[in-house]
């Protein structure tokens, strides 16, 4: 059980960076691949199944939350990283801002992935 939570934990991040990857791509180039209904649903679907994922993997592993650092500093890493992505993939008011913050989200997803690997708030400086 554990293993095969791990296993779509893991697949679903990498689903998650290499669309998000895509979309900024999309966004960067105007492309009208940004307003497609399965771009639009896509993200949804699979970030869902990456959250219920972690969540399982919480509670198959017994997890205390409150007592984990690494996991809370993960989770407030994550609403960073879905703020910053919301700015770059349409709410920002100009390029440039979506730009920088398509940057800033994808070091902010680096961070979480080395606190993931590292379980240490010191990410990949562990």
Known sequence: MYETLKLVHIGTVVLTILGFMLRGYWMLTGSP????????IAPHVI??????SGVALIVVLRLPVLDQKWLLTK??????YIVFGAI????????RARTTAF???LAVFAYIVGVALNKSTLSWLA
């Open 75 to 80: 989770f407030a890493a994550l609403v960073i």
């Open 33 to 40: 691949n940004l307003r497609l209904r399965v771009t639009r």
């Open 47 to 52: 970030d869902t199944v990456l959250l219920a």
């Open 103 to 105: 940057v800033f989200s």
């Open 88 to 95: 770059a993939l349409g709410r920002g008011k100009s390029m």
